[in-house]
């Protein structure tokens, strides 16, 4: 599976920002997708997951009512709509695609690229 991570820029804090993850290669719906992020000096963290069925979503406490996490199965694509956005969410975003259905980290087997979001105070 290849991932390719997009959508991201500079945002003013409170505003919206929607990410896009395009997969390809292997059957995308046979892999839950994940989303992730890595702040400066910071460890990579769990941000939210969609299932591969698509039915089930988990989030970080920390994104938990302000984004929002969605599959295109048509378009081998999964969204991450992102509002009330917060200066402590800058970080590269990154999505991956894991072989198991789980609530936080799993264990992705592919990864993204990476795409930065500032959100400026």
């Known amino acids: 599976v290849q991932l390719q991570a997009s959508g991201g820029g500079l945002v003013q804090a409170g505003g919206s920002l929607r990410l896009s993850c395009a997969a390809s290669?292997?059957?995308?719906?046979?892999?839950?997708i994940a989303w992730f992020r890595q702040a400066p000096g910071k460890e990579r963290e769990f941000v939210a997951r969609?299932?591969?069925?698509?039915?089930?979503?988990y989030y970080a406490d920390s994104v938990k009512g302000r984004f929002t996490v969605s599959s295109d199965n048509a378009k081998n694509s999964v969204y991450l709509q992102m509002n009330s956005l917060k200066a402590e969410d800058t970080a590269v975003y990154y999505c991956?695609?894991?072989?198991?259905?789980?609530?936080?980290?799993?264990?992705?087997?592919?990864w993204g690229q990476g795409t930065q979001v500032t959100v400026s105070s």
């Open positions: 290669g292997r059957t995308f719906s046979s892999y839950s």
């Open positions: 969609i299932s591969s069925s698509g039915g089930s979503t």
């Open positions: 991956a695609a894991d072989p198991f259905d789980c609530s936080g980290y799993g264990s992705p087997d592919y």
